[in-house]
Nanobody
Framework: QLQLVESGGALVQPGGSLRLSCTAS????????IGWFRQAPGKEREGVSC???????YYDDSVKGRFTISRDNAKNTVYLQMNSLKPEDTAVYYC???????????????WGQGAQVTVSS
């Protein structure tokens, strides 16, 4: 059964760091594009970052230079390292599998349950 499970969400102070994990089961994620999305209260879900099967990485302008996406094929896991966190990064973060091997912000068919990230002093 295909499944994505996020972990690592927490409460962190502004300027702090956090690493989210997205572990897949039921498929091999290095064959797929995997994206990270977030949804803040009262706002629409937005794309944050994506890594293609070839290892190319993409970032929304709001996180470029602060977030880093990576993949550990042996652990079948994708990570999102988040540095210099701001209160506006507060959201539920989701990882998802794209139907094709290259990145984009649409056509994702499997989603994790989400991880809460709260940036507050």
């Amino acid at each position: 059964q295909l499944q994505l499970v996020e972990s690592g969400g927490a409460l962190v102070q502004p300027g702090g760091s956090l690493r989210l994990s997205c572990t897949a089961s039921g498929f091999t994620l290095n064959y797929e594009a995997i994206g990270w999305f977030r949804q803040a209260p009262g706002k629409e879900r937005e794309g944050v970052s994506c890594i293609s099967s070839g290892g190319y990485t993409y970032y929304d302008d709001s996180v470029k230079g602060r977030f880093t996406i990576s993949r550990d094929n042996a652990k079948n896991t994708v990570y999102l390292q988040m540095n210099s966190l701001k209160p506006e990064d507060t959201a539920v973060y989701y990882c998802a599998r794209r139907r094709v091997s290259f990145c984009g912000w649409t056509d994702y068919d499997s989603w994790g349950q989400g991880a809460q990230v709260t940036v507050s002093s």
